[in-house]
């Protein structure tokens, strides 16, 4: 079978989905604290290796036909170690689906940041991915429940979720604030006491993820007209949650800053991510600036409820893929004038599709994770010790710093040090 332009399309678009995880690292390890920056980076690092492997010998399986359980998964044994795909296309897909995988599980770790045993972690991703995120992604994407055959998408309705908005960000959002409530809340955590420390390595790792996310988004484009619109719609869509996010920040705090304008830029992203193929580029525009404002304003949330969410994974993925997920009920376009959003003359349909894609997600991500989360945390234990915890996660977990210096040529700033002292 020869290779087709679709095949080489799709191959990139895996490789640009794989970059963003590393990206993911930059980004979170910047945003840390110095004494937690190698802990961020690994907590992604090894998502991947974990991962990877689940998917190809069992996580694969379970998001595709046939269906086991009355549509909740697929058969985790129908081709164990993908014997039966070797020789075939569908291996392209595949490998463009684990990245799907790998990503959406290491961005739950920025929510736990500074405290969590890595070995704990290590535990949670393959049972989590096994038991949350394949599951969802066959609801969602792969026949099951939420499709239009399943047992609720045929009552209510197919939600639209093109590259992720439930499957990915709102099930990794709430996933994130489930175990921040199981682990609880860093020693001294208060308003700006746990700052980003590397903010330029921070904005190296917001760069990498946009690079990535038109392969996130544009991996599955059907044809060149479709592709075109998703590119555009993931450009604008971020730029505008930027600029949105920004404004809110100054008129908020009376300054604008680029930890704010990296935030937007994920959250648009975020927003966009299921929307990017039904949207046009006014429609995405729209979906950036209330995913930006929402979001800027959601992070606050974390000081008057309590729960430390470290990098922010609630106030931007959870949030946003919200915006995202339930803004398609309004401004979904029509095709060849049937469907759409409410705004294009579809009636309430899609909204109503969209709001129960979401409540379901919120029902399953919850229990499954805050079972696992709780099992772990209650046998080996989830959370370092109060003495590691000051100490640094860097060197209690890894035996490594982000940082050395030698103290030579005049002495030099050792920012873990002064953390700690602080």
């Known amino acids: 079978m020869e290779l087709t332009a679709g095949d ?27 004494k937690a920056a190698i802990n961020m980076i690994m907590m992604s690092f090894v998502s991947v290796g974990l991962v990877g492997v689940v998917w190809v010998l069992w996580g694969y399986g379970m998001t595709s036909e046939p269906g086991v359980l009355g549509g909740l998964v697929g058969n985790p ?30 961005l739950i770790s920025g929510a736990i940041a500074d405290r969590a045993r890595f070995g704990a972690w290590a535990i949670f991703v393959p049972i989590w991915v096994t038991l949350v995120y394949c599951p ?21 309705g197919e939600a639209i979720d093109f590259a992720g908005g439930t499957v990915v960000h709102i099930n990794a959002g709430l996933a994130a604030l489930v175990l921040v409530y199981v682990i609880g809340s860093r020693a001294g ?38 592709g075109g619109l998703i590119w555009v719609n993931t450009l604008v869509a971020p730029a505008a949650a930027m600029l949105a996010w920004l404004v809110t920040e100054r008129i908020r705090d009376g300054h604008a800053t ?11 992203l975020v927003a966009i991510t299921p929307a990017c193929a039904n949207v046009s580029p006014l429609g995405a525009i729209a979906i950036g600036i209330l ?14 409820f309590g729960y430390d969410d470290a990098l922010d994974v609630v106030g931007v993925h959870l949030v946003a893929g919200i915006v995202g997920t339930v803004a398609l009920g309004f401004l979904a376009l029509s095709v060849d004038g049937e469907g759409g959003g409410l705004f294009y003359g ?10 129960v894609a979401t409540l379901f997600t919120f029902v399953y991500t919850g229990v499954l994770t805050a079972l696992i989360a709780i099992a772990i945390h209650k046998t080996i234990g989830f959370r370092v010790s109060a003495e590691d915890e000051e100490r640094g996660i860097d060197l209690a977990q890894h035996s490594e710093s982000a940082y050395a210096f030698d103290g030579t040529a005049g002495g030099s700033y050792d920012p873990i040090a002064e953390e700690t002292r602080a």
């Open 189 to 226: 955590f208060a308003k700006g006491l746990h700052g980003a420390h590397n903010v330029p390595l921070m904005m190296i790792g917001t760069a990498m993820l946009w690079f990535g996310w038109f392969g996130f988004n544009g991996g599955a484009a059907g044809s060149v007209e479709e």
């Open 291 to 304: 995913a930006g404002v929402a979001s800027a304003l959601a992070v606050g949330l974390k000081y008057r």
């Open 258 to 268: 680029s930890v704010g304008a990296a935030s937007g830029v994920v959250a648009g």
């Open 136 to 156: 969802l992604a066959y609801m969602v994407w792969g026949g099951g429940l939420l499709t239009e055959e399943g047992a609720i998408g045929s009552v209510f």
């Open 346 to 355: 579809g009636g309430f349909s899609q909204l109503i599709a969209q709001v």
């Open 8 to 34: 080489v399309w799709v191959m990139i678009s895996a490789a640009l989905v794989l970059l963003m995880t590393p990206g993911l690292a930059f980004f979170y390890g910047g945003m840390a604290r110095a």
């Open 77 to 106: 044994f129908g081709d164990l170690g993908l014997s039966q795909a070797v020789g075939s296309a569908d291996l392209v897909g595949i490998g463009f689906g684990a990245t799907f995988a790998i990503i959406t599980v290491a």
